[in-house]
Each structure stands twice: as C-alpha cells, then as structure tokens.
C-alpha cells in the first residue's frame, strides 16, 4: 500500500478528457494516470483549491450525512484495476468500507483532508515510473518557498499535456 498525493489535473489533448496525476509520496514515487469526466474534475479542482459553493455538492451531501450519523472518514483506497476501470473504497471508522469511483473518492478525501493510498497491485499495473517532461510540468513537493504560484504549475501541466502522447503514460 502506497500513499498518494494528488500532483495535477489537466486535459489530455488526444482524448480531450481531464486527467488527473496521483503520485506516491515515498517509494519510487510512481505516477497513476487517472481519466476521469469533466464533473468529477470539476469537483477535484474545487476540493484542491478548498472553493466553498453556496450549497454543498454530492459528496459534500453524503459527507455531511456520514457525519449526522457520528462517523468519519478515514482514508481513500485504489484497490484494483479491472477491464481498465479504476475502482477505490472509503475507509470510514470502524473499518466500514464502500465501494466508489476514483474521482469520487479523490474529491472526497481532498474535502476532509484524509489520506490517500494506492495497492501495490494498481501501481505495478498502471503506473508510470517516469513521465518523460513531468518533472518539469509540475512543482515537486518538497520545493522550498521559491516553488511557482499553483496558477504556473498548472499552466507547466496543461503545456505538458499538449506535446504529450498516450504512448508517454503506458507502463510498458
């Protein structure tokens, strides 16, 4: 089990879908490449930037309801990846787990503030181990305070994604 930060979220121009990057904090620091749709990259960018709308969002409803009934959210898992779908679970306490949809559950812990893990199985299967640019599309997380404004780091990303190919994220 691997912990995962999320490092950006851009469009790939070759299937004009949002992408979103998780790499894992420690280790081989493994990049996973996660398309997901332009709501569900709506809700993680907004959950990202910690943006409060006038009414909450799905699963800031659900969140709230989780919590009128006194339980907590403790952690997002990837747990597999089957006919090229990514599949993840959140951990509530008292081990009560639920099944949901990566992008789901990556809005969901960037709104509480929970952790973010990967299973090594997803990570040997789907990640890349280097993306040929990344490093210079996005800020490495231990930069000091001289690390660009979010606003360039995105705009490196988006830069990135332009010139890149589907052929730059297989693991192969």
Do not use: K, Y
């Amino acid at each position: 089990m691997q912990l995962m930060r999320v490092v950006a979220l851009g469009r790939d121009p070759m299937a004009v879908q949002p992408v979103l990057l998780l790499q894992e904090t420690g280790g081989r620091r493994r990049v996973l490449p996660v398309w997901v749709g332009v709501p569900e990259a709506t809700a993680i960018e907004l959950a990202r930037r910690r943006v409060e709308l006038p009414r909450p969002q799905t699963h800031q409803l659900l969140l709230q309801i989780v919590q009128a009934f006194d339980r907590r959210l403790e952690l997002v898992r990837i747990t597999m990846l089957r006919d090229s779908i990514f599949h993840a679970e959140l951990v509530f306490d008292a081990e009560t787990r639920v099944s949901a949809r990566v992008s789901d559950a990556v809005a969901v812990a960037l709104h509480v503030d929970v952790p973010i893990e990967a299973e090594d199985a997803v990570l040997d299967e789907a990640a890349v181990a280097e993306v040929a640019g990344l490093a210079d599309a996005i800020a490495d997380e231990d930069a000091d305070e001289d690390a660009p404004e979010e606003s360039e780091e995105v705009e490196r990303f988006r830069r990135f994604l332009d010139s890149a190919s589907p052929e730059d994220f297989d693991p192969s």
